[in-house]
């Protein structure tokens, strides 16, 4: 398969549009993609990173150019579609890196396939839901229905970065969002409804693979979380991004780079 390919591949009833790029022949690493972005998500990452390893990207269900499921998702059903993923592009063992909801899915599937997965970036998530995200994710659902994705572009936007990042505008954050803007209604209430409730905290002592934590300092309270995740992964190291909000990687690639190529 050449670098650079878009695979359209059906595992667990949808049609998961997935990308590979890289090096032939190269460990492979999988990346998993917050609420309401696509798979370009990661694009600084796999240019950075494609002259070492074979990377994988997909875009969650209902997201991108993914099917729109029929039913709400779990954390689990997530899990069960990277693991499904992995089967069907063969891949034996795989690092896997997920952001926010991707973090989540990381932890999980680091517990599920402990002989698989051999190193985990988790950023900017938590590996359970807070006690007021039932009603917050309930209020974003219903302004989506109410007004469309388009409803969410501002607040999210504002949600995720520091107001100076907002302000100063630029590419970066037009990409942010137009994908939120882009992404389907069904397919981000279903994946909201997974963040709804759900608790994974139980998994994280029993964690085998190395993992690697990245938050952004100007993350609201996820940085004193992830911390305390950190500390109940037995081989975990946590690096905070000061100034950085929720999108770490879209918006300080260079350090968030530098971290990644070098636990990898």
């Known amino acids: 398969m050449a670098a650079g390919t878009d695979v359209t591949v059906r595992v667990n009833g949808l049609a998961f ?6 090096k ?10 917050s609420l309401m972005t696509d798979l370009s998500l990661w694009d600084g990452q796999v240019e950075f ?5 074979r990377i994988l990207r997909y875009d969650q269900r209902g997201h991108g150019a993914t099917e729109v499921p029929d039913r709400p998702a779990t954390i689990e059903t ?7 993923l992995l089967d069907a592009f063969g891949i034996a063992r795989a690092r896997f890196i997920g952001i926010s909801l991707g973090a989540a899915t990381a932890f999980g599937i680091a517990a599920r396939l402990p002989e698989r997965i051999t190193r985990i970036v988790a950023c900017d998530g938590l590996a359970s839901s807070p006690p007021n995200s039932a009603a917050a994710w309930q209020e974003r659902i219903d302004l989506a229905a109410a007004e469309g994705m388009q409803g969410l572009v501002e607040p999210t936007v504002n949600r995720w970065f520091p107001p100076e990042f907002v302000a100063a505008g630029g590419p970066a954050l037009a990409h942010v969002r137009a994908m939120i803007r882009n992404t389907p209604l069904g397919g981000f209430a279903a994946c909201a409804r997974a963040l709804q409730n759900y608790d994974l905290s139980p998994l994280l002592p029993g964690l085998v693979p190395p ?15 992830m911390r305390a995740i950190a500390a109940r992964i037995p081989r975990a190291d946590l690096i905070e991004i000061p100034g950085a909000g929720h999108l770490v990687n879209i918006q300080a690639p260079g350090e968030f780079n530098r971290a990644l190529g070098s636990f990898l």
Request: aromatic share 6%; proline share 2%; net charge negative.
């Open 17 to 22: 549009h997935c990308r590979v790029d890289g």
């Open 24 to 33: 032939e022949d190269a460990e492979w690493l999988v990346f998993s993609n």
């Open 49 to 53: 990173l494609a002259t070492r390893f």
């Open 78 to 84: 997530l899990v069960e579609d990277a693991a499904s």
């Open 211 to 225: 993992a690697l934590l990245v938050v952004g300092g100007a993350d609201g309270a996820l940085p004193q979380a």
